[in-house]
């Protein structure tokens, strides 16, 4: 069974902390994505990885940096935690752009 | 910016009644995926429509693509209460690697 984990499915953090989402996909795919969700907005893409130590930036990449130092791990970072920052995260990973995406049960962030 | 727009925003019917949802798209894409998500859960993909296809069809989903007027339609027939849930179109853009969602359509079936 594929399978996408993220290592949280809530978390509550204080403003300013560094907060790590981590994600682990056991695929082998090439490509991984970072989202976050929130009502009315559907899913905006913050970064994405199409290999290893490579990324690109989202539409929303401010206030994030990701990390992918191995295949199977992709990294989200939120350098200084703000309340505009609480959200849902969702992690996908996908072989290709013309394959499906797997998503993880998300992260439910809390910054307080 | 999001490249996919679902309309309607929310939609509401009975068991065995069809819904169908509706997406628009930006730019040119090689294929376009249609995915539900159950209240605060991730996403399920449910379909892949290529950009060289009119129709696709898996069990009771019915997708259709019209790349001349950029939009997708996902039709479910004989809705059952379990299909609630909140639908999603992805495009990826033909250059580049990134899968872009829409806003959603939230669907309630009621039994």
């Known amino acids: 069974d594929v399978k996408v984990t993220q290592s949280s499915r809530y978390l509550v953090k204080r403003t300013g902390e560094k907060v790590f989402l981590e994600c682990v996909q056991d695929?082998?795919?090439?490509?991984m994505f970072w989202y976050r969700q929130d009502p009315g907005l559907g899913l905006r893409l913050i970064y994405f990885s199409y290999d290893v130590k490579m990324k690109e930036k989202g539409d929303i990449p401010e206030g994030y940096s990701v990390s992918r130092e191995k295949k199977e791990r992709f990294s989200l970072i939120l350098e200084s935690a703000s309340t505009n920052q609480t959200s849902m995260y969702l992690c996908?990973?996908?072989?290709?752009?013309?394959?499906?995406?797997?998503f993880g049960q998300g992260t439910r962030l809390t910054v307080v | 910016s999001q490249q996919g727009e679902e309309d309607p925003q929310a939609l509401s019917i009975q068991e065995g009644e069809n819904a169908t949802m509706n997406c628009s798209y930006k730019t040119s894409i090689n294929n376009l995926q249609w995915y539900r998500q159950n209240s605060g859960r991730g996403l399920v993909h449910l379909i892949l429509?290529?950009?060289?296809?009119r129709e696709k069809h898996s069990g009771r989903l019915r997708v259709t693509l019209d790349t001349s007027k950029k939009s997708s339609s996902l039709l479910i027939t004989a809705s059952r209460a379990a299909d609630t849930a909140s639908y999603f179109c992805?495009?990826?853009?033909?250059?580049?690697?990134?899968?872009?969602f829409g806003a959603g359509t939230i669907l309630r079936v009621k039994s």
């Open positions: 996908a990973s996908s072989l290709s752009m013309t394959y499906e995406a797997f």
């Open positions: 429509i290529r950009s060289n296809e």
């Open positions: 992805a495009t990826d853009m033909e250059y580049g690697n990134k899968l872009v």
């Open positions: 695929m082998d795919h090439e490509n």
